[in-house]
């Protein structure tokens, strides 16, 4: 599951690890959104916060013929509208990857984790 080119000068090979660190890059800088968050949520219904080395863990992607889908998930900062900060985050990571890679994406779908109080 990793995106192939073969050019003039060799093959580029990009994994599915350096995909998901690059849309969880891609998302962290969204206007409203925290930081990314694990999959699972821990006991008592708290998310835990990634580091940016760890980002590729909230984030899956699955590819789908010549395409790929794009799952992330992330904190939201308090008081933003949580409906407008996710829409626009889809718009930039689809747009951002499908510009790095040359790829189709078919679907970015983000899951909120959490809200966060951002001081």
């Given at each position: 599951m990793t995106v192939e080119r073969k050019t003039n000068y060799g093959n580029i090979t990009v994994t599915e690890e350096a995909v998901a660190s690059l849309a969880g890059g891609i998302i962290t800088e969204c206007y409203g959104v925290v930081g990314?968050?694990?999959m699972q949520v821990l006991r008592d219904g708290?998310?835990?916060?990634?580091k940016k080395e760890n980002y590729a863990k909230g984030v899956v992607v699955r590819?789908?013929?010549?395409?790929?889908?794009?799952?992330l998930y992330i904190i939201v900062s308090f008081g933003?509208?949580?409906?407008?900060?996710v829409?626009?985050?889809?718009?930039?990571?689809k747009y951002m990857l499908e510009?790095?890679?040359?790829?189709?994406?078919?679907?970015v779908n983000v899951f909120?984790?959490?809200v966060r109080v951002v001081e």
């Amino acid at each position: 599951m990793t995106v192939e080119r073969k050019t003039n000068y060799g093959n580029i090979t990009v994994t599915e690890e350096a995909v998901a660190s690059l849309a969880g890059g891609i998302i962290t800088e969204c206007y409203g959104v925290v930081g990314m968050a694990s999959m699972q949520v821990l006991r008592d219904g708290w998310a835990e916060m990634l580091k940016k080395e760890n980002y590729a863990k909230g984030v899956v992607v699955r590819k789908k013929d010549e395409s790929f889908e794009i799952d992330l998930y992330i904190i939201v900062s308090f008081g933003v509208k949580i409906s407008e900060v996710v829409q626009e985050a889809q718009k930039k990571v689809k747009y951002m990857l499908e510009k790095s890679l040359s790829t189709e994406i078919t679907a970015v779908n983000v899951f909120v984790q959490g809200v966060r109080v951002v001081e």
